[in-house]
């Protein structure tokens, strides 16, 4: 028996839209146990998600390797679903490293980040769960590659205020605008560029600032989760800035040093309105990605 175990990811970071994650320590854990005659897949996650071959962590891998025989597998997880911290992606990830041990592929990590960026369509929480840190990343559709460079984080503390209620990316998607003008986009990358050279320089003030000046996707979705600007200006309240929306939302990220997290933490607990509405984790990064134990 082996098991697999996929970090979370926060994907975004305000201007890094589509293209930057970075790996959290919450987890799914798949336990593959014996073989039996048909796929059975043990898990908390409720009625709407299959217990067969049509589950996304069998489908994944079967669509890699159809000749890997059929086992008892045993999912635990500790990632709130459909709340943007990439709960679809590490079933995703789960599923190409089940094909990869039980078709004994030896696949390396760009073939793996490349398999899960064309399964998710873009590659900034897959890329990050498989790697582990912050990772920016860009998949190529002409020419079916994900290029990718990892940047090194000091230790940093995340606050994750996650809404007790669902928003699927394809929703949150669908308000977004089909076009940007020139100018806007040229500021827009600037931002995102800038945001990439201060966490390689390990500058987590401005990175900070820049974070919370997306112009890409934040303000067509923020009136879709009512928590964003209390959080924003909890945290400016007591002058934290690096406030974003994770994923598609509705999850409301905050990096912070770690000397800062835990008052913040303990002030989105005593807000009335994010202790009712909202589950508080306070986070880590997780450096190390996908394992296999
Ligand atoms: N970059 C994606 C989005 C992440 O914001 O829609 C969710 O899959």
Redo the contacts with the bound molecule.
């Keep these: 028996m082996f098991s697999i175990q996929v970090p979370a990811t926060s994907?975004?970071l305000g201007p890094g839209?589509?293209?930057m994650?970075v790996a959290l320590s919450l987890y799914l854990t798949v336990e593959v146990r014996e073989t039996s005659d048909t796929w059975l897949v043990e898990h908390p996650f409720g009625k709407d998600i299959p217990s067969n071959h049509t589950n996304l962590i069998v489908e994944t891998a079967l669509s890699i390797n159809p000749n890997i025989e059929p086992h008892h597998l045993v999912c635990h997880s500790t990632i709130p679903m459909t709340r943007?911290l990439?709960s679809?992606?590490t079933a995703i990830v789960a599923g190409i490293e089940l094909a990869n041990q039980l078709g004994q592929m030896n696949l390396s990590d760009r073939q793996k980040v490349n398999f899960a960026s064309q399964f998710?369509?873009?590659p900034?929480?897959v890329a990050p769960a498989i790697l582990g840190g912050l990772v920016v990343a860009y998949y190529a559709p002409k020419k079916q590659e994900t290029f990718y460079q990892k940047i090194d984080l000091d230790s940093l503390s995340f606050i994750a205020v996650v809404p007790n209620y669902q928003l699927s990316?394809k929703e949150?998607?669908s308000v977004?605008p089909s076009q940007m003008a020139f100018k806007d986009a040229v500021e827009a990358s600037s931002i995102a560029n800038l945001l990439v050279a201060a966490f390689a320089n390990k500058d987590y003030t401005l990175a900070g600032n820049l974070l919370e000046m997306d112009l890409f996707?934040e303000s067509y979705?923020s009136p879709l989760v009512a928590e964003f600007q209390r959080v924003r200006q909890l945290a400016h309240s007591m002058g934290i800035e690096g406030t974003f929306?994770s994923?598609?939302?509705p999850t409301i990220m905050t990096i912070l040093q770690v000397h800062q997290a835990q008052a913040f933490y303990k002030a989105c607990q005593d807000d009335q309105m994010l202790s009712t509405n909202c589950q508080i984790y306070k986070l880590q990064v997780d450096h190390e990605g996908l394992m296999v134990r």
Excluded: K, M, V
């Design positions: 994907a975004n839209f589509d293209s994650g943007g990439g679809s992606s998710e369509g873009h900034d929480n990316t949150s998607r977004l996707h979705r929306l994923g598609a939302g």
